[in-house]
Protein backbone atom coordinates (compact mmCIF):
# COMPACT_ATOMS: atom_id res chain seq x y z
CA UNK A 1 0.00 0.00 0.00
CA UNK A 2 1.89 3.71 -0.95
CA UNK A 3 1.89 5.45 2.21
CA UNK A 4 0.35 8.62 1.69
CA UNK A 5 1.25 12.43 2.46
CA UNK A 6 0.39 14.46 5.56
CA UNK A 7 -2.75 15.82 5.99
CA UNK A 8 -2.48 19.28 8.35
CA UNK A 9 -5.53 20.18 10.33
CA UNK A 10 -6.61 20.96 13.69
CA UNK A 11 -5.76 18.67 16.01
CA UNK A 12 -8.51 16.59 18.04
CA UNK A 13 -7.90 15.26 21.34
CA UNK A 14 -9.71 11.53 22.38
CA UNK A 15 -9.48 9.57 25.44
CA UNK A 16 -12.56 7.58 25.00
CA UNK A 17 -14.89 5.44 22.08
CA UNK A 18 -16.86 8.41 20.82
CA UNK A 19 -20.39 7.69 21.27
CA UNK A 20 -21.90 4.25 22.82
CA UNK A 21 -20.18 1.07 21.67
CA UNK A 22 -19.10 -2.25 22.78
CA UNK A 23 -15.64 -1.64 21.46
CA UNK A 24 -12.64 -1.07 23.85
CA UNK A 25 -9.17 -0.37 21.94
CA UNK A 26 -6.12 -1.77 23.40
CA UNK A 27 -2.66 0.87 23.09
CA UNK A 28 0.09 -0.64 24.03
CA UNK A 29 3.12 1.49 24.40
CA UNK A 30 6.95 2.16 24.14
CA UNK A 31 8.65 -1.65 24.19
CA UNK A 32 11.78 -2.12 25.84
CA UNK A 33 11.19 -5.13 27.08
CA UNK A 34 12.29 -7.98 24.61
CA UNK A 35 10.08 -10.96 25.94
CA UNK A 36 6.99 -8.60 26.57
CA UNK A 37 7.24 -7.46 22.73
CA UNK A 38 8.01 -11.29 21.73
CA UNK A 39 4.81 -12.37 24.08
CA UNK A 40 2.68 -9.28 22.48
CA UNK A 41 3.09 -10.35 19.09
CA UNK A 42 2.24 -13.71 19.73
CA UNK A 43 -0.94 -13.29 21.83
CA UNK A 44 -2.06 -11.28 18.82
CA UNK A 45 -0.93 -14.00 16.46
CA UNK A 46 -2.73 -16.49 18.13
CA UNK A 47 -5.84 -14.52 19.22
CA UNK A 48 -7.05 -12.57 16.65
CA UNK A 49 -7.24 -9.75 18.80
CA UNK A 50 -6.95 -6.05 17.41
CA UNK A 51 -4.31 -4.19 19.16
CA UNK A 52 -2.28 -0.61 18.30
CA UNK A 53 1.01 -0.41 19.30
CA UNK A 54 2.86 2.63 19.37
CA UNK A 55 6.54 1.79 19.60
CA UNK A 56 9.49 4.44 20.29
CA UNK A 57 12.53 4.00 17.73
CA UNK A 58 14.65 4.32 20.35
CA UNK A 59 13.37 0.52 20.80
CA UNK A 60 13.80 -0.40 17.19
CA UNK A 61 16.20 -3.41 18.22
CA UNK A 62 13.27 -5.08 20.33
CA UNK A 63 10.69 -4.08 17.70
CA UNK A 64 12.12 -4.41 14.10
CA UNK A 65 12.58 -8.52 14.49
CA UNK A 66 9.27 -8.98 15.29
CA UNK A 67 8.69 -6.96 11.70
CA UNK A 68 8.18 -9.91 9.34
CA UNK A 69 5.82 -11.20 11.93
CA UNK A 70 3.70 -7.37 12.69
CA UNK A 71 3.52 -6.83 8.41
CA UNK A 72 0.92 -9.06 7.33
CA UNK A 73 -0.95 -8.07 10.44
CA UNK A 74 -0.65 -4.92 10.13
CA UNK A 75 -1.97 -5.14 6.42
CA UNK A 76 -4.89 -7.36 7.63
CA UNK A 77 -6.31 -4.53 10.02
CA UNK A 78 -5.62 -6.11 12.66
CA UNK A 79 -2.20 -4.55 14.10
CA UNK A 80 -1.66 -0.92 14.01
CA UNK A 81 1.12 1.63 14.72
CA UNK A 82 0.73 4.80 16.18
CA UNK A 83 3.25 7.21 16.50
CA UNK A 84 5.03 7.79 20.44
CA UNK A 85 8.32 9.93 19.33
CA UNK A 86 10.96 8.34 18.38
CA UNK A 87 13.52 9.03 21.96
CA UNK A 88 10.14 9.46 24.49
CA UNK A 89 11.02 13.02 26.03
CA UNK A 90 8.63 15.09 27.30
CA UNK A 91 7.32 17.47 24.25
CA UNK A 92 5.87 20.12 25.95
CA UNK A 93 9.51 21.78 26.76
CA UNK A 94 11.02 20.81 23.78
CA UNK A 95 11.37 23.45 20.91
CA UNK A 96 9.20 23.15 17.88
CA UNK A 97 11.94 21.62 15.38
CA UNK A 98 12.43 19.25 18.56
CA UNK A 99 9.37 18.25 18.36
CA UNK A 100 9.12 18.06 14.23
CA UNK A 101 12.11 15.82 14.34
CA UNK A 102 10.70 13.55 16.94
CA UNK A 103 7.43 12.84 15.08
CA UNK A 104 9.10 12.58 11.50
CA UNK A 105 12.35 10.09 12.58
CA UNK A 106 9.88 8.31 14.52
CA UNK A 107 7.28 7.64 11.60
CA UNK A 108 10.63 7.11 9.04
CA UNK A 109 11.11 4.14 10.92
CA UNK A 110 7.75 3.18 11.26
CA UNK A 111 6.81 3.08 7.84
CA UNK A 112 10.42 1.92 6.89
CA UNK A 113 9.98 -0.94 9.05
CA UNK A 114 5.80 -1.52 8.73
CA UNK A 115 5.62 -0.26 5.52
CA UNK A 116 2.85 1.93 6.94
CA UNK A 117 2.73 5.76 8.32
CA UNK A 118 1.57 6.64 11.55
CA UNK A 119 -0.07 9.42 10.88
CA UNK A 120 -2.79 10.90 11.78
CA UNK A 121 -2.60 9.51 15.38
CA UNK A 122 0.39 10.46 18.09
CA UNK A 123 0.28 9.37 21.61
CA UNK A 124 2.63 12.23 23.61
CA UNK A 125 4.72 10.45 25.64
CA UNK A 126 3.75 10.58 29.24
CA UNK A 127 0.50 12.33 27.73
CA UNK A 128 2.43 15.34 28.40
CA UNK A 129 0.81 17.74 25.84
CA UNK A 130 -1.29 21.08 25.50
CA UNK A 131 -2.21 23.29 22.85
CA UNK A 132 1.07 23.90 21.18
CA UNK A 133 2.66 20.82 21.03
CA UNK A 134 -0.81 19.55 19.58
CA UNK A 135 -1.03 21.92 16.91
CA UNK A 136 2.76 21.66 15.63
CA UNK A 137 1.68 17.59 16.06
CA UNK A 138 -0.93 19.02 13.92
CA UNK A 139 1.07 20.67 11.03
CA UNK A 140 2.45 17.68 10.37
CA UNK A 141 -0.26 15.70 9.68
CA UNK A 142 -0.99 14.14 13.74
CA UNK A 143 -4.16 15.51 14.25
CA UNK A 144 -5.47 12.55 16.29
CA UNK A 145 -3.91 13.21 19.49
CA UNK A 146 -4.67 10.08 21.83
CA UNK A 147 -4.93 9.73 25.40
CA UNK A 148 -7.02 6.91 27.52
CA UNK A 149 -9.11 7.17 30.43
CA UNK A 150 -7.54 3.33 31.21
CA UNK A 151 -4.73 1.74 31.62
CA UNK A 152 -3.08 -1.18 33.08
CA UNK A 153 -0.75 1.16 35.04
CA UNK A 154 2.32 -1.14 33.81
CA UNK A 155 4.86 1.30 32.82
CA UNK A 156 6.95 -0.52 34.96
CA UNK A 157 7.00 -3.58 36.81
CA UNK A 158 3.31 -4.31 38.64
CA UNK A 159 2.56 -7.73 40.79
CA UNK A 160 0.00 -9.79 38.67
CA UNK A 161 -2.74 -9.28 41.47
CA UNK A 162 -2.46 -5.48 40.98
CA UNK A 163 -2.57 -5.46 37.22
CA UNK A 164 -5.30 -7.19 37.04
CA UNK A 165 -7.43 -5.45 39.51
CA UNK A 166 -6.40 -2.54 36.66
CA UNK A 167 -7.84 -4.79 33.99
CA UNK A 168 -11.05 -5.61 36.00
CA UNK A 169 -11.55 -1.72 37.19
CA UNK A 170 -10.77 -0.28 33.21
CA UNK A 171 -11.58 -2.80 30.85
CA UNK A 172 -15.15 -1.38 30.04
CA UNK A 173 -17.03 -0.45 27.05
CA UNK A 174 -15.91 2.53 25.30
CA UNK A 175 -12.05 2.74 26.96
CA UNK A 176 -9.29 3.66 25.38
CA UNK A 177 -6.66 1.29 27.32
CA UNK A 178 -3.05 1.89 28.22
CA UNK A 179 -0.35 -0.72 28.44
CA UNK A 180 3.47 -0.85 27.73
CA UNK A 181 5.12 -3.79 26.63
CA UNK A 182 8.07 -3.33 29.52
CA UNK A 183 7.45 -4.99 32.23
CA UNK A 184 6.62 -9.06 31.94
CA UNK A 185 3.77 -9.44 34.26
CA UNK A 186 0.95 -9.08 31.27
CA UNK A 187 2.10 -11.77 29.64
CA UNK A 188 0.92 -14.31 32.36
CA UNK A 189 -2.27 -12.72 32.11
CA UNK A 190 -3.39 -12.70 28.49
CA UNK A 191 -6.08 -15.30 29.11
CA UNK A 192 -7.45 -13.69 31.80
CA UNK A 193 -7.65 -9.97 30.07
CA UNK A 194 -9.55 -11.88 27.37
CA UNK A 195 -11.96 -13.31 30.11
CA UNK A 196 -13.09 -9.99 31.09
CA UNK A 197 -13.51 -8.76 27.70
CA UNK A 198 -15.33 -11.65 26.60
CA UNK A 199 -17.68 -11.57 29.67
CA UNK A 200 -18.35 -8.00 29.34
CA UNK A 201 -18.79 -8.49 25.69
CA UNK A 202 -16.38 -6.03 24.82
CA UNK A 203 -15.21 -5.70 21.20
CA UNK A 204 -11.59 -5.13 21.05
CA UNK A 205 -10.39 -2.83 17.82
CA UNK A 206 -7.43 -0.37 16.44
CA UNK A 207 -7.45 3.51 16.73
CA UNK A 208 -8.68 2.99 12.84
CA UNK A 209 -11.62 0.91 13.66
CA UNK A 210 -12.88 2.93 16.59
CA UNK A 211 -12.47 6.22 14.85
CA UNK A 212 -12.33 5.57 11.31
CA UNK A 213 -9.20 6.44 10.24
CA UNK A 214 -7.46 4.60 7.78
CA UNK A 215 -3.74 3.33 6.70
CA UNK A 216 -4.82 4.28 2.96
CA UNK A 217 -5.61 7.85 3.78
CA UNK A 218 -3.41 8.32 7.00
ZN1 LIG B 1 5.26 5.74 26.64
Redesign the pocket.
Known sequence: MPIPPPRPGPATVVSSAPGPTQSIALTI??GYCEECVGGYVAFVERSGIPITF?P?AIYQKVWTPYADRLRPLIEAGQVQIGN?TYH?DSLVKASDATIRSELERNDEWIQHTFGITSRPWL?P??GYRNAHTDSVAAGLGYTKIVMWNGSFGD?GLLAADVLLGEADKWLRAGTIMLG?ANAPTVLGLFDQIRAIMAERRLQPVTLDTMFGTSRATG
Open positions: DDSNHHRPFSH
